[in-house]
């Protein structure tokens, strides 16, 4: 990360000071590095470039050119600092750390050696202990600028049993140019630094309760109330923060610690270049994984819940506990990993069309895309979760609600997708709606009824098994398929125009799966684009039923599957489109554009 972080102490004496700071300094690998390069060497070919972007060099000087060093430093003078401003004795080196895998070296020391930055630091010091603190004195604050950087700062105190009010006053700070880039590692900072603080004020906290026991400060203080202040403590009025702690290796593991923030909160975050807008299936993704989250924050939460989460994955799934996939992880594409696959499962949209049959995954499809609930009932979890795996493909994120296998019926408003044990016993209204039609189809039977369709997955008798076509059909030869649909839905039937492209997709064989799996996306992106005028049209504008009619006939939609499938699938709308659609229509500029 491109940053300083630092840390300052209100010195009663002098003022807010900083104690100790460390910065990034990149820099391309020496010629030769690796090949045992002496220390002269490389210091001769570090021209780096300092922690926000100011141009820098860094040297470790040695004990005896700490008067000549001194003198150079943009750094307040020897006399004006005591014993609780100053953390590296007189001609101390620093502290530096380098990273291997990025050629980047992590350099501690009192204060920046570049003037600027120097400078920077010192103003953000000054603000982070006068004016800029949150109330109570203590916690994290957020200031700053375009010219002089944003500071991320977290105040705290210091016990001491020899200052006023027996505490002292510091504060951690980060300091990047990237506004965005801070305010987005708040969370992970603010967790990070207030684990530093707690280990400071604990040794602390361990020092000052010693001290107290062995000479009550307060007492001794109301005996001498008279007295002055600064007279009564025989100038001890400033304590280094070694001393407070009883931690001689205080500042080696505090450049440890901020070196380690410094590189954690770099990798944390990486950039992602998007191309245009993002999909509707984007947005779905990104509002149910915020869901998932607080979801898991609420589990942490409550010990209760845990432990019954902690139950709720099972040895052998239940159709209840899986329920639960509909919202959470099956939804994001990650119910497949809940349980190992075996070979005897559907591979792609074109496999499993060549497996049912042409006219039977025609109606499959169908119920797919108008949004009807399918159910595949059988033994093979496996089979029915691929099978699901494959047809989800063929609808928009927001479209899709799967239980991937229960043990009791569920209904069609919780799950237009549902996997059912063999021995679950569908409700008549489902079964009996509709006039029944059986046909014969090389290997599946093929029965019609309404509102759904239920795949009966058995194991095939010898005298139906299937030819074999291919080799991955091969495993699934086992198995006869009977499908039970709703209605009169004939094989021929015109049906919807994204139906009839999707089918002339998978029966082209110059397109390989891959190049099948980007039509749909580009199918699915096109047909989404007319659902948003759709809603827009109707839901937001309000337009009469004559100006819809018009709107679909231009649109290529017009048809009665095709105005099934747009409402359907407006259904599959993100929350962030619709907010953004109504909060553009509520806004005075809208409105009065619009008359």
């Known amino acids: 990360m491109n940053a300083i972080v630092a840390l300052c102490h209100f010195c009663e004496l002098h003022g807010p000071r900083t104690l100790f700071c460390t910065e990034v300094l990149h820099s391309p690998l020496p010629q030769g590095a690796g ?41 307040p003078k020897k006399s004006d600092m005591c014993e609780g401003c100053r953390s590296l004795a007189a001609g101390h080196p620093g502290y530096i750390s380098h990273d291997k895998e990025t050629s980047i070296k992590y350099v501690s020391h009192q204060h920046p050696n570049h003037p600027q930055l120097f400078s920077i630091v010192r103003q953000a010091c000054v603000r982070s202990l006068s004016c800029e603190v949150c109330p109570g004195r203590e916690g994290p604050i957020f200031f700053g600028d375009e010219q002089h950087g944003f500071v991320f700062s977290h105040t705290f105190f210091i016990k001491d049993s020899l200052a006023r009010g027996f505490q002292r006053w510091y504060s951690i700070i980060a300091i990047m140019m990237d506004r965005i880039y801070l305010i987005n590692s708040w969370p992970f900072l603010l967790e990070k630094i207030r684990g530093i603080i707690d280990e400071l004020q604990g040794k602390a906290l361990k020092v000052f309760e010693a001290e107290q026991y062995g000479c009550p400060q307060r007492a001794q203080r109301m005996n001498t109330a008279f007295t002055p202040f600064l007279h009564q403590r025989n100038g001890n009025a400033a304590r280094s923060l070694t001393s407070l702690t009883s931690d001689e290796n205080l500042w080696a593991c505090l450049h440890t610690s901020f070196a380690w923030l410094l590189k954690a909160c770099g990798s944390r975050l990486t950039e992602k270049l998007l191309e245009g807008a993002p999909t509707e299936d984007t947005l779905v993704q990104m509002e149910k994984l915020a869901d998932l989250e607080e979801e898991s924050e609420g589990w942490d939460n409550s010990e209760g819940e845990e432990e019954e989460r902690a139950h709720s994955v099972p040895a052998v799934t239940d159709g209840r506990e899986l329920a639960k996939c509909q919202t959470t992880p099956s939804l994001l594409s990650d119910c497949g990993s809940w349980l190992p696959r075996k070979l005897s499962v559907f591979k792609s949209l074109r496999h499993m069309r060549q497996v049912l049959g042409a006219p039977s995954f025609r109606i499959l499809a169908w119920h797919v895309l108008m949004g009807n609930q399918v159910i595949w009932r059988g033994q093979d979890m496996d089979l029915v979760q691929s099978a699901f795996d494959v047809l989800r493909t063929m609808l928009p994120v927001g ?16 799950c237009n997708f549902l996997g059912l044990s063999p021995h679950v016993q569908i409700p008549s209204y489902i079964q009996s709606s509709g006039t029944f039609c059986h046909y014969l189809l090389f290997h599946p039977f093929l029965i019609q009824t309404e509102f759904a369709v239920i795949v009966e997955v058995h194991t095939a008798t010898c005298s139906s098994v299937y030819p074999v076509t291919c080799d991955e059909d091969q495993s699934l030869s ?27 997709a998978l029966t082209n064989q110059n397109l390989s799966v891959d190049v099948v799996d980007q039509c749909l996306v580009c199918l699915k992106e096109e047909w989404m684009n007319k659902v948003k005028v759709l809603f827009k049209f109707t839901k937001v504008d309000s337009r009469p039923k004559e100006d819809t009619q018009k709107l679909l006939s231009i649109l290529g939609a017009a048809e009665e ?13 993100s929350k962030t489109y619709k907010s953004h659609l109504m909060s553009t229509v509520r806004s005075p500029t809208s409105s009065e554009s619009r008359n």
Request: net charge negative.
């Open 399 to 414: 479209c899709v609600r799967i239980i991937p296998y229960s043990n009791q019926y569920e209904e069609a408003y919780r």
């Open 561 to 573: 599957d095709n105005v099934k499938l747009l409402k359907f699938w407006m259904t599959g709308l």
């Open 35 to 75: 090949n045992g390069d002496s220390p002269g060497q490389g210091e001769q070919a570090e021209e780096e470039e300092g922690g926000i972007q100011m141009n820098s060099r860094i040297r470790s000087h040695s004990p005896a050119e700490g008067a000549s060093a001194e003198s150079s430093s943009p750094g």
């Open 478 to 504: 086992k198995y006869e398929f009977v499908v039970t649909s709703g209605g009169p839905i004939a094989t021929d039937r015109v049906g919807p125009t994204i139906l009839n492209k999707i089918e002339a």
